[in-house]
């Protein structure tokens, strides 16, 4: 039997290896050494070798056929390179190389290419777990014209900033409980995941993806500050709601339609209303969209029940006047005014119900623009007075006399013209000649409609359910008779809501998805018993109010010393979730990006970026550093960081679709004066890999082992072999 493998092992391992010991032999082995030893044994052994490596191989086919036909290298990474299991079995397989070269020790001169090979394994295994350990692997992103020095790795965290609610008494407390600062922040790491949570199990299951650890459920208890987890989408959108979509088709019993097609889609939201708008659209901003015929559709919804029974009252009768016709709903009556008759600030009385009407202006200028308007003024005696707002072609957005449950609509003909130029005229006409249909969501969740052609056709009602359902789902509404622009309008879907608001949903996974992916959180946050649980989104393509969420907390005691209990200050928290960045000592600056199609398709077919790498400057231009660099989609680039020294590899990984002039990003990153027609963003791979050296070496080792080990062991010919050769 061989000596021991090492000499500081001799004391505590000879019995356990069974190798030669001073012992006596009748002295009995430790129970703890027998265990060492057979573990040791079975560490070492071939079998276990072959059951790893054949696994190990299962593994590897396994994630490249998966990788190949499903998913991305980012989410291989979290399935199976970086998870637990597999850094377990790689462990284990370093374990079994090393004791199977420390078994044979001393190693004769035959066994150095074995010992070489294991070495080599060993070498390429520390190498891939320095990799692990310190590389660094992400995206960077840049529009032309810009640079960017930031490099996101696709992992989010949460970032708490306490702060107290109220600047007044705030500061001493804050201070003490924060440790000198007003402002603290705290960071909270999040393992999320790269799909949806829902789908694990469901639509992921050709590999068990939920081995692997995502942080769910409690995050962060501490303080009176505590922060779940409950539900997470990788790639989401948020839809406003209420949300009806149509489908637009030209009757079929009229033949000739002016649609110019035979079906299209209409998509009409309501959102909430922005700062500062409130209190005029307490129920959200409607939308409008315009058909191809010039049909325009509207939408908006109320709460209120006397809205409803306004719009359902507001026809028209007899003829406009050349000024238009007021339609006022109040106290369940209607009161109909020509505009010609009101003109000159006299005062109309509305009915016996105290209140006066007065028309202040007609067709106002807004942002530049003539809107066919009438303005009023809502008169109860002397005591107060309402200012009311009602257009013309866009009655989403009137401004109802609320506080007088005054509500209206304001009929204009094509031919009306408040005597202020033939360009004002022109565009009141172009804004009320076009067919319309008005679209509500009452107060009781049904939806009415109202169909507007000129010259006085006017259809006011409830919309039809379908036969045999008790949904709006698939119910068809026929408007404008037997005209041009007859057609029919069906629902294909309609989500109502009370009130204005956000409906958060998932998109599927994609693997190589057309824009940037939209992460959120489901969070509940509970800040000194104050709890609140909503979205949260983190930062990407969209931009929105839901990417920061603050809560103020309950006002709390706290103990000062020996002092009794005391009454302490509100703390306001404010959340986010950030991405994972890592500056970097250079910057990315993109010239242009290059893009070619294959021929007679959209698909491309070659894309590449033209950048220069620059030096950043607090004050004044950036230094360069390499200028026209080409980064070609299978040519990567090295570049070495000046400040950290870390050599960095960038490939071009992919790109965004085009922004074209009206895209708020367009109009901000380009100069008016700058011919453009579109924006490129190119996006590139950035890696940096300081296990690299240790894993060629490691390879090196492995096929030079394999030579030596297959020339070494060759036996020598016999010489009459040669001579007849």
């Not at 790269?194 to 459920?217: A, C, I, M, T, V």
């Not at 809502?378 to 989403?396: F, Q």
Request: aromatic residues 10%; glycine residues 8%; positive net charge.
């Amino acid at each position: 039997m061989k000596a021991a493998p090492f000499p500081f092992f001799r004391s505590m391992t000879e019995s356990a290896l069974s190798l030669p010991s001073s012992r006596p032999a009748s002295e009995p082995r430790s129970a703890w050494g027998t265990l060492f030893r057979a573990l040791f044994r079975a560490s070492a052994s071939l079998e276990l070798a072959v059951v790893l490596i054949a696994v190990y191989m299962a593994v590897l086919i396994w994630a490249t056929m998966v990788m190949s036909r499903w998913y991305a290298d980012s989410e291989l990474k979290f399935g199976i390179y970086l998870s637990p299991w597999f850094l377990a079995l790689n462990a284990l397989l370093a374990i079994n190389v090393l004791n199977a070269a420390l078994i044979r020790w001393p190693w004769s001169r035959r066994q150095r290419p074995f010992v070489i090979i294991h070495a080599g394994i060993i070498v390429l295994l520390i190498g891939s777990w320095v990799s692990y350990r310190f590389g660094i692997d992400g995206t960077l992103s840049a529009f032309e014209g810009t640079a960017e020095r930031r490099l996101f790795t696709g992992e989010h965290y949460f970032l708490l900033r306490v702060a107290p609610a109220d600047g007044s008494e705030a500061g001493s407390a804050a201070r003490s409980s924060t440790g000198g600062s007003a402002v603290a922040e705290i960071t909270v790491p999040f393992r999320s995941g790269p799909f949806n949570w829902q789908d694990y199990g469901k639509e992921h299951s050709r590999f068990p993806w939920s081995l692997s650890p995502r942080d769910r459920g409690l995050l962060f208890d501490r303080d009176g500050i505590r922060l779940e987890v409950l539900d997470y989408y990788h790639d989401s959108r948020r839809l406003p709601i209420p949300r009806l979509v149509l489908s637009v088709a030209e009757d079929p019993a009229i033949r000739v339609g002016a649609l110019g097609r035979q079906s299209e889609q209409a998509s009409l939201e309501i959102s909430p209303a922005p700062r500062g708008h409130g209190t005029n659209r307490p129920f959200g901003m409607g939308s409008r969209a315009e058909l191809a015929n010039g049909t325009r559709l509207l939408f908006w919804m109320t709460g209120d029940g006397d809205e409803t029974a306004a719009f359902l009252a507001s026809a028209p009768e007899g003829p406009l006047g050349p000024q238009g016709q007021l339609v006022l709903y109040h106290d369940g009556r209607t009161y109909r005014f020509r505009c010609d008759e009101l003109l000159g600030g006299r005062k109309a009385p509305l009915g016996e119900s105290g209140l006066e009407i007065e028309l202040v202006g007609l067709n106002p200028q807004v942002m530049g623009f003539a809107v066919p308007a009438a303005q009023l003024m809502i008169h109860r005696g002397d005591d107060s007075s309402e200012r009311m707002l009602l257009y013309a072609a866009l009655p989403h957005w009137n401004h109802h006399a609320r506080k007088h449950r005054v509500f209206g609509s304001y009929w204009l003909g094509a031919a009306a013209d408040d005597g202020n130029g033939d360009q004002r005229a022109a565009q009141v006409r172009r804004d009320t000649e076009s067919p319309r249909v008005d679209i509500l969501q009452g107060h009781d969740g049904q939806l009415y409609y109202r169909s507007w052609r000129l010259p006085d056709e006017c259809r006011i009602g409830r919309w039809p359910a379908a036969e045999g359902a008790d949904s709006l789902l698939g119910a068809e509404l026929a408007v404008f008779g037997e005209s041009p622009s007859a057609m029919r309008l069906r629902v294909e879907e309609y989500i109502a809501s009370p009130q204005p608001d956000w409906k958060i949903t998932p998109l599927p996974y994609r693997r190589k998805p057309e824009q940037m992916r939209q992460p959120r959180a489901l969070v509940r946050l509970t800040v000194d018993g104050k709890k609140e649980e909503f979205w949260l989104a983190g930062p990407a393509g969209e931009s929105g109010d839901d990417q920061r969420r603050t809560v103020v907390g309950q006002q709390r005691r706290v103990s000062v010393g020996q002092r009794p209990t005391v009454v302490g200050q509100r703390r306001r928290v404010s959340i986010s979730m950030p991405q994972e960045a890592v500056a970097l000592g250079f910057e990315v600056f993109l010239h242009r990006f290059i893009q070619k199609l294959d021929p007679g398709q959209r698909r491309p077919s070659y894309y590449a970026s033209v950048v220069d790498f620059r030096l950043p400057a607090e004050d004044g231009e950036a230094k360069p550093l390499k200028e026209q660099v080409l980064i070609e989609l299978n040519r990567p680039i090295d570049f070495v960081d000046p400040s950290t020294g870390r050599s960095y590899r960038l490939f071009q990984a992919s790109f965004e679709p085009p922004r074209r002039p009206g895209d708020p990003l367009f109009e901000q990153l380009v100069r008016p004066d700058e011919p453009r027609g579109k924006l490129n963003r190119s996006i590139f791979s950035v890696s940096y890999d300081p296990g690299r050296t240790w894993k060629y070496c490691g390879s090196l080792l492995i096929v030079g082992g394999i030579i030596w080990l297959y020339y070494g062991r060759r036996p020598p010919r016999r010489r009459g072999v040669e001579e007849e050769a």
